[in-house]
Structure formats: structure tokens, C-alpha cells
């Protein structure tokens, strides 16, 4: 006798998600998560959200196949947990990481602190 998983569908749908990125992704990287294509490819591939949730996600860098890996953290979640492609899925700053970018010609490079 197998245990099952409680009915996805019975959970309350998440109608807002809030992700932290870090500031240092980029403007390139930072209009490809905004992107509403973006967004749904978020709403699919997570089934549940909640405070604290780290998305550890990739974007293209628009040429030759590269990628970029962005963390995301799930900042806030308003109604349920369940996500599907109704929840809004909205961005927040938070402190650089020193997160891979990719192929660097593609977008814009953080400016190199000074000794």
C-alpha cells in the first residue's frame, strides 16, 4: 500500500510570488528574468511556493548556447503556495552574490571596485 500525496489542486493558489535576484546579474540578465516568458517558464516548472524557498534557475544569455545561473529566493508569498500560471511573479534587489553572468559580451559587467 503506497502513501499519496495530498490533492495539489485542493491548495490554496499563490496570486502573488516576490523573487529576490542579486544586484549583480546585470542589466541583460536582469531584462531576461523580467521577460513574461521568463515568468511562465517560473510558473511551470514550480508547483508550490514559500518564504524562504531557494530557486537556484539559469537564463540564456541570448547567443552560442551560454547561460547565466541566477539564484532566486522567494521573498513573499500572498494567497496559498500553490503556483501555477496565474501567480504573478514580481522581483526584488537584494545584495550582489558574485554570481556567474555568462558569456560576458552579452550584457553589462558590474563596475570593479577600486583598491
Request: aromatic share 6%; with cysteine; charged share 30%.
Amino acid at each position: 500500500m503506497s502513501s499519496q500525496a495530498p490533492d495539489e489542486a485542493s491548495e490554496p493558489l499563490a496570486t502573488r510570488v516576490v523573487l529576490s535576484f542579486p544586484a549583480d546579474i546585470g542589466e541583460h540578465g536582469r531584462t531576461r528574468i523580467r521577460s513574461d516568458y521568463y515568468r511562465k517558464y517560473l510558473t511551470k516548472i514550480h508547483d508550490s511556493a514559500a518564504e524562504g524557498d531557494e530557486w537556484d534557475e539559469f537564463t540564456d544569455v541570448g547567443c552560442c548556447g551560454s547561460q547565466m545561473d541566477v539564484p532566486l529566493v522567494v521573498e513573499e508569498v500572498e494567497g496559498g503556495s500553490r503556483i501555477d500560471t496565474d501567480t504573478e511573479i514580481e522581483y526584488t534587489e537584494r545584495e550582489a552574490c558574485g554570481i556567474n553572468q555568462g558569456w560576458s559580451v552579452q550584457h553589462d559587467e558590474p563596475e570593479a571596485l577600486d583598491d
